[in-house]
């Protein structure tokens, strides 16, 4: 997503248009023959292109005016213009270098094979002048030139947000992004961070949601995730159990690396009765290093939660029968949820399927994490039908627990 710079273009043209070109259709643009100075112009220009590699700034005043006096031709003309440019190269005068590609792009005598290499030196210039309006017409005229060009698409994105346009930055975003698809060309995983990033920096929620998705769909990067899913937890409108098995999906995709959300989804599933998985994301957490083992609200949690397992576990079986002869699946479901926290994930997946099948319990939520546990068992095939049964507020959580077992990572 970079363009070519104002002294390669300066080099390439430097000779051009250095020969004369083969015969072209009638119908076409006629090609520009080689340059030829007028003989009444010809020492003044030879004397300010010296002066000009010589880089000898007190001189050129006084030799760029006696070139333009003796100038006779648009070649004589188009000369100077492209010396002045090599001097406003020399002295870093972006200004200076505008206005002489401007003339160099008005100019009959250039070639039109050598305008887009001009767009994209002046569209550089207008963004390092911080002129993003002048900047998005030249790209504008590149885009024209060929709609095609991702560079030229990401830089027009990049100059929309810097007019404070961020949903045409976005769109633009995404088109460069379809655009390499629909080429067969790969697409960096740094283009869907930076589409997510404009996104949410301009606020736009439906934007910042897909591309969240489409950011976890192809990255494996634990902070990539991370950011992903914790937008879709702002943007979710997610209730307590959807946050709860949205950090059960941080932690399987490797992306529960802050301390507050860890000590936030620890102790959610100790006030919500799941003692022995809270001990698990406690433990997991200071042996990685993200949580610290003197952390008083952990060492809290750990004492709370590990007085209940015995206990909590040591109930569920004498709630089986119950559960299976139970009117509804209330009761299953619960039961289900009881042997998931204990990471029995073969008798969660058993109840959970006898709930669904009972109806009224949370019936997709109840699928959503049929689908979990089963994807904790290696069951990967069945995991993948749950999640792809889910419907209503769950199926976008569905959708990336979906993403995650294609991309375990």
């Known amino acids: 997503m970079k363009f070519i710079s104002m002294f390669a273009v300066a080099a390439a043209l430097a000779a051009s248009p250095a020969s004369a070109q083969k015969a072209a259709p009638a119908a076409a643009a006629p090609a520009v023959a080689q340059i030829k100075i007028s003989k009444a112009a010809d020492k003044s220009i030879r004397a300010l292109n010296a002066v000009v590699a010589a880089k000898d700034a007190a001189g050129y005043p006084a030799a760029l005016a006696a070139a333009q006096a003796a100038a006779q031709t648009d070649e004589d003309r188009y000369a100077i213009v492209r010396a002045q440019l090599n001097h406003n190269l020399n002295v870093s ?159 399987s995709a490797k992306a529960l690396n802050d301390p507050i959300n860890v000590l936030s989804f620890a102790d959610a599933l100790s006030l919500m009765h799941y003692p022995a998985e809270a001990q698990s994301v406690l433990n997991e957490a200071i042996a990685a290093g993200v949580v610290k083992s003197g952390d008083p609200q952990a060492g809290e949690i750990l004492r709370s939660s590990g007085a209940k397992i015995a206990e909590d576990k040591a109930v569920l079986p ?31 997946s058993e109840l959970y399927q006898l709930a669904i099948q009972k109806g009224g319990a949370d019936k997709e939520n109840s699928k959503l994490r049929l689908g979990i546990a089963l994807a904790m068992a290696g069951k ?30």
């Open 380 to 409: 990967n095939a069945e995991a993948e039908a749950a999640f792809k049964s889910v419907s209503g507020n769950r199926a976008d959580l569905a959708g990336y627990w979906l993403l995650w077992l294609a991309n375990r990572g």
């Open 93 to 251: 005068d972006v200004p200076g270098q505008i206005a002489a590609v401007e003339a160099m792009l008005a100019s009959p005598v250039t070639r039109p094979e050598d305008k887009p290499r001009l767009y994209r030196g002046i569209a550089g210039l207008y963004k390092s002048a911080n002129n993003p309006d002048q900047q998005v017409a030249t790209l504008e005229k590149l885009r024209v030139l060929d709609p095609n060009d991702t560079d030229v698409i990401w830089e027009l994105a990049e100059a929309r947000e810097k007019q404070k346009k961020s949903a045409e930055a976005v769109t633009l975003a995404e088109l460069a992004i379809k655009t390499a698809k629909d080429a067969g060309q790969p697409v960096d995983v740094t283009w869907y961070r930076r589409a997510l990033s404009l996104a949410y920096a301009g606020k736009l929620q439906p934007q910042s949601v897909k591309l969240a998705r489409e950011l976890f769909g192809v990255s494996t990067v634990a902070k990539d995730r991370s950011n992903a899913l914790l937008i879709l937890r702002q943007y979710g409108n997610m209730d307590v159990q959807g946050k709860l098995d949205l950090f059960r999906l941080m932690r």
């Open 318 to 348: 004498g709630l089986v029968g119950k559960a299976q002869t139970a009117a509804d699946g209330r009761l299953a479901y619960q039961v289900a949820n009881g042997y998931f926290g204990h990471a029995d994930y073969a008798k969660a």
